[in-house]
């Protein structure tokens, strides 16, 4: 109970004072994954629209929670300005811990913990990103052009220009300084994981991507050329999208299988059939649809038929029944009624943000402002009050 009230304590304060970096998304309220990645997209669509191209360095913060330093977390608080009374109670939290196992009956000896945040507490998500936030200050200070996006330990740094190599560069330094940063505060990269990404509309780059790379600490860390998966959404360098939505119907078809094959074995009512085809394979498919969906009929199509498949399942009707009729006798939306609605919800969604949230300005002024004869950047130095 009192981790949880110190975890909401250092939440509110932190957003009420806006300490944390706008690039955080993960561990923080009304900030989701599809958050950071449509900011990344927005980002990117206004680099193409000055007619340049815009590089992402994607780095993963190896072993997270169990890395972090309680002094270098506590000078971090003190540089944020927080509250004394909350420094001192994060600093009786991670004092004195120690742990024990017990394998197989064996009790293995008490070992001291002197560092990380321990995992499952309520209020580890918001030290660790308190703690992660001192990374952006140093690759900013050296490279201010740099975009930086956070998703709890998911790192992307945006870099954008007008050639391949101002890219290059800009990435390269801003990998080198979060390394560096890492290094002085006991954070480590996990370089395996460690991914590059060029989004550009030339055709011909996109061809001959895998000549291009970065250098990085003696790491060469070629350019993707395969959709990059990115907090669950695979992104292709044109960002079309096509490869996410064909791996989301994949997995979903995939599901669908098993379910069915449970459901045969053992057994299931209509009612608890269809909550699990709405929460286990639908859910599956639409990851990320509010993103791609732009009314392509392909994908219209293929996702009517797994829609199709449902019915029958939940309803057990034969083959030959009219698909319909068992579409409303399952109660569920048919597929483009299903798109338009999850796009709309988080356009609402959006409109009922913060002035000062990160998504603010990706829905066009049209829709914000409802003003359907607004020009480009009429209300670009305006917001919602």
């Known amino acids: 109970m009192v981790e949880k009230v110190a975890a909401t304590a250092l939440s509110r304060l932190c957003e009420e004072k806006e300490l944390l970096h706008p690039g955080q998304f993960g561990c923080r309220k009304q900030r989701s994954a599809i958050d950071a990645v449509a900011k990344l997209i927005y980002t990117t669509e206004k680099a193409w629209d000055k007619k340049e191209h815009l590089g992402a360095l994607f780095l993963d913060v190896k072993g997270a929670f169990d890395y972090v330093a309680k002094n270098r977390l506590l000078s971090r608080m003190k540089e944020l300005n927080i509250p004394s009374y909350l420094i001192r109670w994060t600093n009786s939290f991670l004092s004195e811990r120690r742990v024990q196992l017990v394998i ?77 940063w890492g290094m002085a505060n006991n954070v480590i990269f996990d370089i395996d994981k460690t991914e590059a990404v060029l989004f550009t509309k030339k055709r011909k780059i996109r061809r001959n991507i895998r000549r291009y790379n970065l250098e990085i600490q003696g790491q060469t860390i070629p350019f993707n050329r395969e959709a990059t998966r990115w907090l669950g959404i695979w992104l292709d360098t044109g960002l079309e999208l096509k490869e996410h939505y064909k791996i989301r119907l994949q997995k979903a078809q995939q599901i669908e299988n098993r379910l069915r ?36 009929k392909q994908a219209e199509e293929d996702l009517q038929k797994l829609i199709n498949r449902q019915s029958r399942a939940i309803t057990g009707a034969l083959p030959s029944s009219p698909i319909d009729l068992l579409v409303r006798e399952a109660a569920i939306s048919p597929a483009k009624p299903l798109l338009d609605y999850r796009q709309q919800r988080y356009a609402l969604r959006a409109l009922q943000l913060p002035t000062n949230h990160p998504i603010n300005g990706i829905l066009p002024p049209t829709l914000r402002y409802g003003d359907g004869s607004a020009q480009p950047g009429e209300y670009s130095d305006r917001n919602l009050d």
Do not use: H, M
């Open 104 to 180: 197989d009956g064996f009790t293995c000896p008490n070992r001291d913990i002197i560092t990380g945040v321990p995992q499952g507490s309520p209020v580890s998500p918001i030290l660790f990103i308190i703690y992660l936030s001192g990374v952006f200050n140093s690759i900013e200070a050296r490279i201010p052009e740099i975009t930086a996006l956070l998703f709890a330990d998911d790192i992307a740094l945006l870099a954008s220009g007008k050639t391949i190599k101002e890219i290059q560069r800009s990435l390269a330094i801003a990998g080198e300084e979060a390394i560096l």
């Open 261 to 296: 094959s449970i459901s045969s074995t053992y057994g299931l009512a209509a009612g608890l059939v269809r909550r699990v085809q709405i929460a286990a394979v639908q859910s599956v498919a639409l990851y990320g649809a509010e993103l791609w969906w732009k009314g392509q």
